[in-house]
């Protein structure tokens, strides 16, 4: 009798002790929210304040900008494509090449935009450009948490007596890893633009 007492006190500590141990937490892998693509589909842009047109994505908007930190802008044909299920715009900036914004100035001025706003960038992709039209430029395919992850300049090849600039942005401070696939949706877009731009003259 008095070993079947001992052997169910033994068992009692043992199960309050056991009790005791804290739980072990399995870490579960990271979710993000589901994302809502729109349908794809394509615009043409034909605007009278730019000489240029191009195929740009039907879910987006222009929206001109008549101003530039809060004074006129320096051309009329400064305007983004705006993405309003994402919060995310493409700002387009078009100056005429002269004597005083000659080619060899726009393009370091390029560079020298990119560089800045991708101080955090750990890699970026520069990449020449040329499409059918005879556009040619420059793209910026950038790695890492950067404020703009796509920038572009565009010229002509011939006469070079246009620049276009273009800088994608996102306006919500997101997780990189969960904005990716959104980004990665818009950009097969923004190649369509870049492929199908010609200069009107």
Known sequence: MKI????????????????CEEPVITPKPRGFPKIT????G?????????????????????QRNKYFFGEEAPND???????????????CSYTPIDKENNIE???????????WHNKKASFINENIFENQQSVIGMTF?????????????????????HFFRGAFYFNSQVNTDSLAPIYNFIKEDLKVMLNTFEWKE
């Open 4 to 19: 079947c007492i001992k052997a169910i006190f033994a068992i009692l500590i043992l199960s309050f002790f056991t009790q």
């Open 37 to 40: 693509f729109p349908e794809k």
């Open 42 to 62: 394509l615009k043409q842009f034909t605007g009278d304040y730019c000489n240029m047109e191009f195929k740009y994505p039907a879910y987006a908007e222009i």
């Open 77 to 91: 044909c400064w305007f983004n494509l705006y993405f309003p299920d994402f919060d995310a715009k493409l700002h």
């Open 105 to 115: 100035h726009l393009q370091k001025q390029a560079f020298k935009m990119s560089d």
């Open 141 to 161: 395919d950038v790695d890492g948490p950067a404020a703009s992850p796509f920038q572009f300049f565009l010229t002509d090849s011939l006469q070079q007596d």
